[in-house]
């Protein structure tokens, strides 16, 4: 009796498949039984592995796992994933019998019937060390190139494993006295709580992007920075990779920018005047108060006038810090004049509660000066 047609045209064809698969040199693929146990696989499993299918045939497959990708479970927790979402990808090291490691992509595949019960798992690994080697090659070279200061250390001890030129600039460091040494112990990190706070946002999963830290510069200089982090696998290990920008000097052009948008002036002795003009915001109220009762204190001011002439309007959240700064000056012993209060300015004092019995108004400034002279005149003739 003949074999029938469609028998032996499927019969040919699946043979012709199985030497398509036995052919791929790169892929080693493996059929594993519901619990990740090898049930079969390539000829190409062996080559890349190093394992006979006898020495390999019902053992779990995180045999080709590092040890610490074992005692973290990840074997187990790739096979659970591939169940629940059909499919998993990954890359990572992975052991030879010979125990040398290869960086492979492994895509991990659930198998189903029709009824969609689970009776096993397909599973390709592919040797892509060679294209790792290359990109780390690549990424070494931009990393020293680049103009901006970088590091790679280790996440738990600070270990230095590299640095660029740039960095080494910044810090006044040698190259050779950086790598290998911990960054924490070098006092490189001036709160080396800062380095311990962006590991851990790195780890829950969020970005560390231009945060501001300090660090100290071999002379001892203290340098003002942004840091943006991010966590990656560089030569089999989980590192912290970090880009750095000086901002000291830009910082200290803020603060000089900052303190001349809300000058206070010495008009004679024991006056202050401080003129604002533009817009007054939550933050800009509270460096005013700073500024004026420091001001205060060294001048041993006696009169403050604030000149509210320039300023269109006010928040009612930093009306209200206006008259908080206004009462610790005169808690100092200075009395205050508001100059210049338009009505839309009134309103929003009025809409507060602010009260006005111990605080001096005037319409502009030059009667606000004469006020507070009269105020320090009466002052100097009291017996």
């Not at 790169?26 to 190409?44: E, H, P």
């Not at 040398?100 to 198998?111: K, M, Q, Y």
């Not at 809409?351 to 004469?370: H, M, V, W």
Request: hydrophobic content about 40%; charged content about 30%.
């Amino acid at each position: 009796m003949e074999p029938h047609p469609e028998r032996s045209w499927k019969a040919e064809h699946q043979h012709q498949l199985q030497l398509l698969v036995e052919s791929i040199q790169d892929y080693a693929i493996f059929l594993l039984d519901t619990q990740g146990r090898v049930m079969t696989w390539t000829k190409s499993a062996e080559r890349i592995n190093g394992y006979s299918f006898d020495d390999i045939r019902g053992r779990h497959f995180s045999v080709f796992y590092p040890p610490e990708d074992i005692e973290s479970g990840k074997a187990d927790y790739e096979l659970r994933v591939a169940a629940e979402e059909g499919r998993f990808e990954d890359e990572g090291w992975r052991i030879r019998r010979d125990g040398s490691r290869f960086w492979a992509n492994v895509v991990i595949t659930a198998l189903k019937d029709d009824k969609g019960v689970l009776y096993g798992f397909g599973k390709v690994t592919r040797d892509i060390t060679e294209r790792k080697w290359a990109v780390e090659a690549t990424f070494e070279k931009l990393f020293r190139l680049s103009p901006n200061p970088i590091l790679l250390s280790t996440l738990d001890d600070s270990r230095l494993i590299e640095v660029n030129e740039a960095l080494c600039e910044l810090l006044g460091y040698r190259r050779e006295e950086l790598i290998g040494q911990s960054s924490i112990t070098l006092g490189i990190w001036l709160s080396p709580d800062q380095r311990i706070r962006i590991v851990s946002e790195l780890r829950a999963g969020r970005s560390v992007r231009a945060e501001p830290c300090e660090m100290r510069t071999k002379s001892g200089e203290k340098r003002t920075l942004d840091i943006s982090a991010d966590i990656i696998e560089f030569r089999g290990n989980s590192c912290l990779f970090a880009t750095l920008l000086d901002t000291t000097e830009s910082r200290k052009l803020e603060a000089v920018i900052e303190e001349l948008s809300t000058p206070v002036l010495q008009a004679q002795e024991g006056l202050l005047v401080v003129p604002l003009i533009g817009r007054v915001d939550r933050s800009r109220a509270t460096q005013l108060c700073n500024q004026l009762l420091h001001a205060v204190h060294t001048n041993r001011a006696r009169a403050v006038v604030i000149d509210l002439t320039g300023v269109p309007k006010i928040e009612s959240e930093t009306a209200d810090g206006l008259i908080r700064a206004i009462e610790a000056v005169q808690l100092l012993g200075a009395k205050v004049i508001l100059a210049g209060i338009s009505a839309v300015i009134a309103d929003t004092f009025v809409a507060i509660g602010a009260r006005f019995s111990r605080i001096k108004t005037t319409a502009d400034l030059q009667s606000a000066l004469e006020e507070a002279k009269n105020l320090l005149n009466a002052e100097s003739t009291l017996p």
